[in-house]
């Protein structure tokens, strides 16, 4: 191997890939070759990197310099001035609050020097395809030491000791789960791997296993070793093709090193994993529905007990971890309990991803210690608003979980931090909202997509959640009572206790938390007929200010009813009643002259 | 169009690639799914795959309606999947939607005239980062605005015609 001066890792994950990753590696390429550089400077293409709203990204190394948002251009000139000059091109450096150019390298600017790193200490680091990558960061150590110099117990014991909580949702203790399906009886047993994150506004998972599929790997083969399973699935979401295709190339080559297969690392222990490919069912994320799907059935859960860990994959004790719980599995084998331990707090050890969204600066995924502040989290990481407007709530956990007002902003981030205050941790999704984002829209929202995933089987979650999202429609409309809202709440409560599976039980969720921290708005919407944050079409009116209206047309040419009339260089009017309130017309004015106010300016109707 | 030989040759496949015998209903569906450009199985191709499997036709219709990524009717060439997640609807989703539906002419799951293009919904595709969010066949599109979604289209039109 040729020896290289430079390594270029460029970010291949998914939104550096749709904002036009392939164009500016294509561009790097070109330029090495035409200097005849291509030997001796390195290209990875890394899983994603975090920061998903800066892309496409690069760090180039050994100086560990950080390019953002990369043109093919831009890529060129980073050859000529970076690589051949040894001169960093400043245009295109991380930039901070006030847009300041921070000094590198990588490591110390704040969006990557807050996180600490083990679920995703891999993913934009390596090459995901190449297994030596993975084995040079200390992968397949700890399947080696689990079967060379540990019994199955000690393993399990080792995971219990940490204290790793099952990062799907739940929280529910790892260890005891894999002890649970290595006591149960049975000859044969089945290590699955729940790869079918479906919440909204959440994305580690995905991010790990086109990352860094190998610690998957690795960490269902040591979980198989500890509970005695033979064989292991991974099921995973048909939406996430480059995932699908990282993870067979993966499998390829951890057989062809031995670390899967018969007699794995000279082993007597025995273990391969296949994978199944989901088909569109949010409800296939619940586990008992999960192995439904992988028998090849209609997604549908069932009554629990008996848990899979009794009665799991056809009949026989299985064992099912989300990806981020399991890719933390092997850091813990390799350095041992205590060290997952100095992170997190007592009762949530570790860390967790979170995968930021909304109104957000840094929008991405971040790894960080359990028990940070959703200050430290939104604000210092995230980088606050981008627009400047009030951040309001954070809404966490999917459609399971709640929203949190900023007054609760410094509450630590943990299992039981979150649930006291009506959200829950779930998966990971922060979704940031400002004063734009009506809440009541948002609850309407999750419950809308609650209607169109519930898999039918029980009454109450099919039938109630969507009375639920008629009334929350009813109000969004503007003609929602007072009464709805209390039967909205006794609904919500009926769904959570009778419900047959975690999707319905926490369906209400999102109305509950709404209610409970914003009821004002609610009242606002049926009382007044006002939406607070001007987002609910029925009850806005988009108007002009004839003070500011310079009559420059650019609204009436761009208003897909022509509803808007006026003179060049004359004040123009909007005719409230063909109006559609698309709101075309805020968008392309340069004046600001057109605003939406609330409640909506009454048309006369003429008899 | 498959033959009921194809099919029997798609189910070998499938079994030699699995490493448990049982069920390979879904796992052969996504197969018989990729082979028609169409992006649909035919009822009377998944009527073979259960006999082949040994698995009754109510069971697979049963299977074939309830997941959202199996259809049983032709969809357009391309098939846009609009991220419907509440990210991209705080980030402007709502526009997008409208935009594409105009462009179309066409309401959710309904093809274009021309059997070019296919709209659907989507879970969450986890590109958040860059929301909005549509997936085209197997190609995301993220930052879009409503501007942006029509230039995809007008795009793929043109490229159509050539």
């Given at each position: 191997?040729?020896?290289?001066?430079?390594?270029?890792?460029?970010?291949a994950?998914g939104?550096c890939?749709?904002?036009?990753?392939?164009?500016?590696?294509?561009?790097?390429e070109?330029?090495?070759?035409?200097?005849?550089?291509?030997?001796?400077?390195?290209?990875?293409?890394?899983?994603?990197?975090g920061a998903?709203?800066l892309g496409?990204?690069m760090?180039?190394?050994?100086?560990?310099?950080?390019?953002?948002k990369?043109?093919?251009?831009?890529?060129e000139?980073?050859?000529?001035?970076?690589?051949?000059k040894g001169?960093?091109?400043?245009?295109h450096?991380?930039?901070?609050?006030?847009?300041e150019?921070?000094?590198?390298?990588?490591?110390?600017?704040?969006?990557?020097?807050?996180?600490?790193?083990?679920?995703?200490r891999?993913?934009?680091?390596i090459?995901?395809?190449?297994?030596?990558?993975?084995?040079a960061?200390?992968?397949?150590?700890?399947l080696h030491?689990?079967?060379?110099?540990?019994?199955?117990?000690?393993v399990i014991?080792?995971?219990k000791?940490?204290g790793?909580?099952g990062?799907?949702?739940?929280?529910?203790?790892?260890?005891l789960k894999?002890?649970?399906?290595?006591?149960?009886?049975?000859?044969?047993k089945?290590?699955?791997c729940?790869?079918d994150?479906?919440?909204?506004?959440?994305?580690?998972d995905?991010?790990?296993?086109?990352?860094?599929?190998?610690?998957?790997?690795?960490?269902?083969?040591?979980a198989?070793?500890?509970?005695?399973?033979?064989?292991?699935?991974v099921y995973?979401?048909a939406?996430?093709?480059?995932?699908?295709?990282?993870?067979?190339?993966?499998?390829?080559?951890?057989?062809?090193y031995?670390?899967?297969?018969?007699?794995?690392?000279?082993t007597?222990?025995s273990?391969?994993?296949?994978?199944?490919?989901g088909?569109?069912?949010?409800?296939c994320?619940?586990?008992?529905?999960?192995?439904?799907?992988i028998?090849?059935?209609?997604?549908?859960?069932?009554?629990?007990?008996?848990f899979?860990?009794?009665?799991?994959l056809?009949?026989?004790?299985?064992?099912?971890?989300?990806?981020?719980?399991?890719?933390?599995?092997?850091p813990?084998?390799?350095?041992g309990?205590?060290?997952?331990?100095?992170?997190?707090?007592?009762k949530?050890?570790g860390?967790?991803?979170?995968?930021?969204?909304?109104k957000?600066?840094n929008?991405g995924?971040?790894?960080?210690?359990?028990?940070?502040?959703?200050?430290e989290?939104?604000?210092?990481?995230?980088?606050?608003?981008?627009?400047?407007k009030?951040?309001k709530?954070?809404?966490?956990?999917?459609?399971?979980g709640?929203?949190i007002?900023?007054e609760?902003?410094?509450?630590?981030?943990?299992?039981?931090?979150?649930?006291?205050?009506?959200?829950?941790i779930?998966?990971?999704?922060?979704?940031?909202?400002?004063?734009?984002?009506?809440?009541?829209?948002?609850?309407?929202?999750?419950?809308?997509?609650?209607?169109?995933?519930?898999?039918?089987?029980?009454?109450?979650?099919?039938?109630?959640?969507?009375?639920?999202?008629?009334?929350?429609?009813?109000i969004?409309?503007g003609?929602?009572?007072?009464?709805?809202?209390?039967?909205?709440?006794?609904?919500?409560?009926?769904?959570?206790?009778?419900?047959?599976?975690?999707?319905?039980?926490?369906?209400?969720n999102?109305?509950?938390s709404?209610?409970?921290?914003?009821?004002?708005?609610?009242?606002?919407?049926?009382?007044?007929?006002?939406?607070?944050a001007?987002k609910?079409?029925e009850?806005?009116s988009?108007?002009?200010?004839p003070e500011?209206?310079?009559?420059c047309?650019?609204?009436a040419?761009?208003?897909p009813?022509?509803?808007i009339?006026?003179?060049?260089?004359?004040?123009?009017?909007?005719?409230q009643?063909?109006?559609?309130r698309?709101?075309?017309?805020?968008?392309?004015?340069?004046?600001?002259?057109?605003?939406?106010?609330?409640?909506?300016?009454?048309?006369?109707?003429?008899? | 169009?498959l033959?009921k030989?194809?099919?029997?040759?798609?189910?070998?496949?499938?079994?030699?690639?699995?490493?448990?015998e049982?069920?390979?209903?879904?796992?052969?569906l996504?197969?018989?799914?990729d082979?028609?450009?169409?992006?649909?199985?035919?009822p009377?191709?998944?009527?073979?795959?259960?006999e082949?499997?040994?698995?009754?036709?109510?069971?697979?219709?049963?299977v074939?309606?309830?997941?959202?990524?199996?259809?049983t009717?032709p969809?357009?060439?391309y098939?846009?999947?609009?991220c419907?997640?509440?990210?991209?609807?705080?980030?402007?989703?709502?526009?997008?939607?409208n935009a594409?539906?105009?462009?179309?002419?066409?309401?959710w799951?309904?093809?274009?005239k021309?059997?070019?293009?296919?709209?659907?919904?989507?879970?969450?595709?986890g590109?958040c980062?860059?929301?909005?969010?549509?997936?085209?066949?197997?190609d995301f599109?993220?930052d879009?605005?409503?501007?942006?979604v029509?230039?995809?289209?007008?795009?793929?039109?043109r490229?159509?015609?050539?």
């Amino acid at each position: 191997m040729p020896l290289t001066t430079n390594t270029i890792l460029i970010c291949a994950g998914g939104a550096c890939v749709s904002a036009g990753e392939e164009s500016v590696k294509d561009a790097l390429e070109r330029k090495l070759k035409e200097y005849n550089l291509q030997d001796i400077v390195k290209i990875v293409e890394t899983g994603c990197m975090g920061a998903c709203s800066l892309g496409p990204i690069m760090v180039i190394y050994p100086e560990g310099v950080y390019y953002q948002k990369l043109t093919p251009e831009v890529a060129e000139k980073i050859v000529e001035e970076h690589i051949l000059k040894g001169r960093i091109v400043k245009s295109h450096l991380y930039k901070g609050e006030k847009g300041e150019v921070i000094p590198q390298p990588q490591e110390e600017v704040a969006f990557f020097s807050r996180q600490v790193k083990i679920a995703t200490r891999n993913v934009g680091v390596i090459n995901p395809l190449d297994i030596d990558e993975y084995i040079a960061r200390d992968g397949y150590f700890a399947l080696h030491k689990a079967l060379k110099e540990m019994t199955p117990e000690e393993v399990i014991q080792v995971i219990k000791d940490s204290g790793l909580r099952g990062r799907g949702g739940a929280g529910f203790p790892t260890g005891l789960k894999w002890e649970f399906a290595r006591k149960s009886p049975g000859d044969k047993k089945y290590m699955i791997c729940n790869a079918d994150e479906g919440d909204p506004g959440a994305f580690m998972d995905r991010s790990i296993l086109e990352g860094d599929p190998h610690s998957i790997i690795e960490a269902m083969t040591i979980a198989g070793y500890a509970i005695g399973a033979q064989k292991g699935f991974v099921y995973v979401r048909a939406e996430y093709p480059i995932a699908i295709e990282r993870l067979t190339e993966a499998l390829k080559q951890a057989r062809e090193y031995g670390f899967l297969g018969e007699n794995i690392l000279g082993t007597d222990f025995s273990f391969d994993i296949e994978i199944r490919i989901g088909a569109g069912a949010f409800v296939c994320g619940e586990e008992t529905a999960l192995m439904h799907s992988i028998e090849g059935k209609r997604g549908q859960p069932r009554v629990k007990p008996p848990f899979p860990a009794q009665k799991g994959l056809w009949g026989n004790p299985s064992n099912i971890n989300n990806v981020e719980t399991l890719s933390c599995v092997p850091p813990i084998i390799f350095h041992g309990p205590q060290w997952f331990k100095q992170w997190g707090t007592e009762k949530s050890p570790g860390t967790k991803v979170f995968a930021l969204a909304g109104k957000v600066k840094n929008t991405g995924l971040v790894e960080v210690p359990m028990g940070i502040t959703l200050r430290e989290l939104i604000y210092e990481i995230g980088g606050g608003s981008p627009t400047g407007k009030k951040i309001k709530a954070v809404q966490t956990g999917g459609p399971s979980g709640g929203v949190i007002p900023a007054e609760y902003f410094d509450t630590p981030v943990d299992f039981e931090s979150l649930t006291s205050l009506g959200a829950i941790i779930g998966s990971g999704g922060m979704i940031v909202l400002d004063e734009d984002d009506c809440m009541v829209d948002v609850a309407k929202f999750f419950l809308e997509f609650t209607v169109d995933e519930s898999c039918g089987k029980c009454t109450p979650c099919r039938e109630g959640t969507k009375k639920m999202y008629e009334i929350l429609d009813k109000i969004t409309n503007g003609e929602g009572t007072e009464e709805d809202l209390e039967t909205l709440e006794q609904l919500a409560y009926i769904i959570k206790d009778s419900s047959l599976c975690g999707l319905g039980q926490t369906a209400p969720n999102p109305v509950l938390s709404t209610l409970k921290y914003y009821r004002e708005e609610y009242l606002a919407h049926v009382r007044e007929g006002k939406c607070p944050a001007k987002k609910c079409k029925e009850l806005i009116s988009y108007v002009i200010d004839p003070e500011k209206c310079v009559g420059c047309t650019a609204c009436a040419r761009v208003c897909p009813v022509s509803c808007i009339s006026g003179e060049v260089r004359k004040v123009h009017t909007i005719d409230q009643e063909a109006c559609i309130r698309c709101g075309s017309c805020i968008e392309v004015c340069r004046f600001g002259a057109i605003s939406k106010v609330t409640p909506a300016v009454s048309v006369e109707v003429e008899e | 169009m498959l033959t009921k030989e194809d099919v029997k040759k798609i189910v070998n496949e499938a079994k030699t690639e699995a490493l448990e015998e049982q069920d390979l209903l879904i796992y052969t569906l996504h197969k018989i799914q990729d082979h028609y450009n169409e992006n649909y199985i035919p009822p009377e191709v998944a009527e073979w795959v259960g006999e082949e499997l040994n698995v009754t036709p109510a069971k697979v219709y049963e299977v074939l309606t309830f997941y959202t990524m199996f259809s049983t009717k032709p969809r357009g060439k391309y098939v846009i999947r609009v991220c419907t997640s509440l990210p991209c609807h705080v980030a402007g989703g709502r526009e997008i939607i409208n935009a594409l539906k105009d462009e179309l002419k066409i309401d959710w799951n309904q093809t274009t005239k021309d059997g070019l293009f296919t709209l659907e919904e989507t879970g969450c595709l986890g590109l958040c980062g860059v929301a909005p969010v549509i997936m085209i066949n197997k190609d995301f599109y993220g930052d879009l605005t409503p501007e942006k979604v029509r230039e995809i289209i007008r795009e793929l039109r043109r490229g159509d015609s050539e």
